[in-house]
């Protein structure tokens, strides 16, 4: 088992990376009441509900299991939560713990940040995109069907616990959807990470347990110290969001849950690392190293069939880094570093635009 800690003064916590991490020397010192609601998913809580149940103190326990799907990241589901935490007659010391992937991590902690004006929760990652990105750093909410993630708060969590034989269970496409956000840590920070990456592709999709959690490892690495600098995202945390800009507008366009984050995120990367190479900021050559790697990983490169340019810039025009309506892009300088910026040619993403759609 490995420890990081989130440096975040009096708010700070851990993330253990490990295997068989559901044991209650994990998760009892971050309970600080006597009362838990666990929320998870239709198929995630047959799967681990009772395992996770097991190890938890002798204290109130209960649970809501809301159905599955980027569908049901709404406002909606999320009240099904606090009607679950006001019959059971939960108090201000209760804590919430998600289990399952970034939908049920943000679902959980925006119900946490707002419930009784805030109360503490506890992420049990399942995915490896969860494990990677969603549950670390605080960013929790829900979507609204006018863009993705419009409604959230910034919450963290007391502990999160990454346990990677969970993933044995995970589907395949949700595996490389994973892959795609630790692939981003390589192209955003890291050069060295994304040669490791490159070497070890077949291994991380053949789920080794040690390469995976060395991959987990090395991007929550990377997630916390970019969280310690710019937790609320006033600067340097933005380009943790290389190629969603693209990828959110696939998702809304083609309506939540048709397309996986990831895979929006992978194709929303290559769309970014096209610009960066029209602008002369990389060559071809690393281009095709992003294309290469996404394909190993089995992710999409190519935009949904039917999605028009037009569709791209409405739907990009609401993204959260739009300033004063100047639109923001995180593109790339070169492999392992990446800037956020409004100074780009437009032209030059209308040809990338054009490029990627019919
Ligand atoms: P998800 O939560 O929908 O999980 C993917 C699928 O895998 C679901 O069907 C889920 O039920 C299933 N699943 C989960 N764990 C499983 C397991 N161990 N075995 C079998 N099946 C399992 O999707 P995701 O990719 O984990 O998360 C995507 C969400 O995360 C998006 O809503 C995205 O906006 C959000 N996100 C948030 C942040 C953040 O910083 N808060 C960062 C990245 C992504
Ligand atoms: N996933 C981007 C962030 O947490 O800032």
Redesign the pocket.
């Known amino acids: 088992m490995q420890t990081l800690n989130v440096e975040l003064a009096d708010r700070s916590y851990p993330i253990f990376i490990g295997t068989d991490l559901f044991r209650r020397e994990y998760l009892a010192p971050y309970i600080k009441g006597n009362q838990v609601l666990i929320v998870s ?1 239709e ?2 809580a047959p ?1 681990y509900l009772d395992q996770l149940k097991a190890v938890l103190p002798a204290i109130q326990v209960d649970e809501v299991i809301l159905p ?3 569908q049901f ?1 709404t406002l909606d589901q999320l009240t099904v939560v606090y009607d679950g935490l006001l019959t059971q007659r939960h108090n201000r010391t209760t804590t919430l713990i998600a289990l ?5 991590g ?1 679902m959980t902690g925006f119900a946490a940040a707002s419930y009784q004006r805030g109360v503490n929760f506890i992420q049990i990652p ?2 490896l ?2 494990q990677v ?2 549950s670390v ?1 605080g ?2 909410g829900v979507n609204h069907p006018l863009g ?2 419009m409604i959230g708060a910034f919450h963290q969590p007391q502990v999160v616990l990454a346990s990677v034989d ?2 044995a ?3 395949d496409r ?1 595996l490389s ?2 892959l795609a ?1 630790v692939i981003k840590y390589g192209l955003v920070y890291d050069a060295g990470f994304l040669d490791w990456l490159e070497n070890n592709m077949q291994g991380l999709i053949a789920r080794d347990n040690a390469l995976l959690s060395h991959a987990i490892y090395r991007s929550c690495e990377l997630k916390a110290e970019v969280v310690a600098q710019d937790e609320k995202e006033a600067g340097v945390r933005a380009l943790l969001n290389l190629g969603h800009t693209f990828g959110h507008a696939i998702e809304s366009c083609q309506g939540y849950g048709n397309w ?3 895979e929006a995120v992978a194709v929303g990367t290559v769309m970014a690392a096209d610009l960066s190479r029209r602008l002369g900021w990389i060559n071809h050559d690393a281009y095709q190293r992003v294309v290469r790697i996404m394909q190993a990983a089995n992710l999409p490169i190519a935009a949904p069939e039917g999605m028009t340019a037009d569709e791209f810039m409405a739907l990009m025009a609401v993204d959260k880094k739009v300033i004063d309506g100047q639109l923001r892009l995180i593109l790339l300088r070169e492999l392992g570093a990446a800037v956020v910026t409004d100074q780009f040619d437009p032209q030059a993403l209308r040809q990338t635009l054009k490029h990627f759609t019919a």
Do not use: F, R, W
Request: charged share 25%.
């Open positions: 998913n198929t995630v799967l599955d799907g980027e990241k399952g992937g970034g939908v049920i943000d399942t995915t995109l969860s990105d969603s750093g960013k929790t993705k993630n969970v993933l269970t995970l589907p949700e959807a994973g956000e996986l984050h990831g």
